[in-house]
């Protein structure tokens, strides 16, 4: 079987196959130039001393240092025809040797995504701890009368809405104060939780309040972490009510699994009150659900 067909056979069986851990090699290729210089060369190439060949004193590359290397040049070698006499200058030589180091470094991706979550979970420990400390804090953030300490250059980073806030001279940046009306407390701090260290501890349990908090502020990674803790929760009793609240705050793909959900038990779901709500408060939904059905 020619190499070409190997390799084509060995690419099918991995197409095919369930792949659990990632690893390549990389040949590493090191170069050094070592000069060696003979003094009065002519002297031994001439007489017939006891040595017929001379050695350059020991070096190391510098990629291994415990390596040692020496040259070795012998009298009558076809180099002779390249450093004899004729090609002198005041009876000394240089020799250039080049050498080429190789090293096989395997690399496991499995143990470099370790290394990456061991980073990111250091510096999301990090910017925890400077969240829960009001020291270099620069902006107080209010909601249900409580105070939160921030900082303005994180918040700004993670959210395009607190970003124009800040930027332009808008009250919120002359005072140093945001007042949020429309978020709970405990839900403002869980979002700011988010934003600095990328985790939502009370996700199961707030993930509408923090939903509606994520889309007001463009947080869309949080958005999208919400709608999927939401979407595993969807039932008969509550389907209607989440397809209203996914289409408030414009979460698309929880719309979707929503009224593919609603589609799926229609007849159970109409019966209930969310439902007749529901058709009275956002009819054009009912609307959207139908059309799911006229894509059977």
């Known amino acids: 079987m020619a190499a070409k067909d190997i390799q084509s056979a060995a690419l099918s069986k991995v197409n095919t196959s369930v792949v659990h851990a990632i690893g390549g090699t990389k040949v590493k290729e090191t170069k050094k130039l070592f000069k060696w210089t003979i003094k009065n060369y002519s002297a031994w190439q001439d007489r017939g001393l006891e040595k017929d060949y001379m050695t350059s004193p020991t070096f190391s590359t510098g990629a291994n240092d415990e390596s040692k290397w020496f040259a070795k040049l012998c009298k009558g070698s076809y180099i002779k025809q390249y450093i004899g006499p004729l090609g002198l200058k005041d009876a000394e030589t240089t020799i250039l040797c080049e050498i080429t180091e190789m090293e096989i470094v395997n690399i496991s991706e499995q143990a470099q995504i370790m290394h990456r979550n061991a980073i990111r979970g250091k510096l999301s420990e990090n910017l925890g701890t400077l969240l829960n400390n ?30 124009a806030m800040f930027e332009h001279e808008m009250e919120e940046n002359k005072l140093n104060r945001v007042v949020i009306k429309d978020i709970d407390h405990n839900v403002l701090k869980d979002m700011l939780k988010f934003v600095y260290t990328g985790t939502a501890p009370n996700l199961d349990t707030m993930s509408s309040d923090l939903l509606a908090a994520a889309n007001k502020y463009g947080l869309e990674d949080l958005k999208a972490l919400c709608a999927d803790a939401i979407s595993t929760k969807v039932s008969v009793n509550n389907s209607a009510k989440t397809l209203v609240l996914a ?47 006229a894509k059977q």
């Open 134 to 163: 009001e020291k270099f804090s620069d902006v107080t953030l209010v909601a249900s009368g409580l105070e939160v300490r921030a900082h303005k250059s994180i918040l700004a980073a993670r959210s395009d809405v607190f970003a």
């Open 247 to 293: 289409d408030i705050y414009d979460a698309g793909q929880l719309k979707a699994d929503t009224i593919a959900y609603i589609k799926n038990h229609i007849a159970d779901v109409m019966e209930t009150q969310d439902w007749q709500d529901m058709t009275k408060t956002h009819s054009y939904l009912v609307g959207d659900v139908l059309r799911a059905f």
